[in-house]
T-cell receptor
């Protein structure tokens, strides 16, 4: 089945550690996105990529890094520089241009101990 | 940068009643989208309305768009307990190629 897969679903991290969240899609979409969601809040854009080997910062990119080496994959690294990393992270994909529908993964919940 | 804002923040209704949620945005758009999120899950696209459309229907959903007031509404008719979720509006700002989401309306449908 076509879709977008995030892993892991739950992740615990000690302060000072980097952690990488996986996002894979088989929808042949050019564009991929990472959003952060805090409890009871909306989505805030971290990074997005419209094409392989290119990506742009969103509203809250500090403390995060991404890569886009393959069309299907857009991993997000939460670095130790991110001051408050505990959150729900959502990956999405869509056609290039961001004017159409986005398809979301099921999310990864990161908790810093 | 927050583009859309939903109102109300929370809504509780009885099964069978209609639910109306509103979204206001700040800049000109070429379309507006509504998404649904069940607790702890990803978002699911519900409906897209283009800037030259005033109303659109999909099953029990009715969306309106008023570009002069920069606002949209989502109406869910004959609500069911399974409609309990958060609903978000989203718009593509002209200055970048990524959807911006509002803070959402949390809908609770009591059986």
């Amino acid at each position: 089945d076509g879709g977008i897969t995030q892993s892991p679903k739950y992740l615990f991290r000690k302060e000072g550690q980097n952690v990488t969240l996986s996002c894979e899609q088989n929808l042949n979409h050019d564009a991929m996105y990472w959003y952060r969601q805090d409890p009871g809040q909306g989505l805030r854009l971290i990074y997005y990529s419209q094409i392989v080997n290119d990506f742009q910062k969103g509203d809250i990119a500090e403390g995060y890094s991404v890569s886009r080496e393959k069309k299907e994959s857009f991993p997000l690294t939460v670095t130790s520089a991110q001051k408050n990393p505990t959150a729900f992270y959502l990956c999405a994909s869509g056609e290039s241009g961001a004017t159409g529908e986005l398809f979301f993964g099921e999310g990864s919940r990161l908790t810093v101990l | 940068s927050q583009q859309g804002e939903e109102d109300p923040q929370a809504l509780s209704i009885q099964e069978g009643e209609n639910a109306t949620m509103n979204c206001s945005y700040k800049t000109s758009i070429n379309n507006l989208q509504w998404y649904r999120q069940n607790s702890g899950r990803g978002l699911v696209h519900l409906i897209l309305i283009r800037s030259n459309e005033r109303e659109k229907h999909s099953g029990r959903l009715r969306v309106t768009l008023d570009t002069s007031k920069k606002s949209s509404s989502l109406l869910i008719t004959a609500s069911r307990a399974a409609d309990t979720a958060s609903y978000f509006c989203a718009t593509p700002p002209r200055d970048r190629r990524a959807l911006t989401f509002g803070s959402g309306t949390r809908l609770q449908v009591q059986p």
